[in-house]
């Protein structure tokens, strides 16, 4: 059974209701799943984990969240290097360059990415929850 980390930011709700149904795809599937703010997560908890699924919102100029989230990413991103970990966001503006430039930041430091990220535009309701649903599937079997 995976163990899976589901460390996330929102704003709006839209992240969060992201995180819950990417955490309930990957529990159905038959992974062990912890999810938690950023605000409650231990740097220190990041070794309890085979994957590492962290999430925020685009913020401004299509960045993550400026004040709690980068702070953790920063901090934890040595930690990850060779780790499975996978991203996720929703957002209400651009074409995704945050999710683009995130992801290969995360590369470049030497992280196992399961792919290029999930992103929705918006709440995440309909087709986008099963999206978010089977994202959580497909990080269980990662």
Known sequence: MS???IIYW????????MSELIEKGASEAGAQVSRKHVSSASRDEIGEYDVIVLGS???GSEVIEE???EPFVSSITPKLSGRKTALFGSYGWGDGEWMRNWAERMKNEGVVLLDEGLIINETPDGEKADQCAAYGAKIAAF
């Open 3 to 5: 163990r899976i980390g």
């Open 10 to 17: 929102s704003g709006t709700g839209n992240t969060e209701k």
């Open 67 to 69: 004040s709690e989230m």
């Open 57 to 59: 919102p685009s913020m």
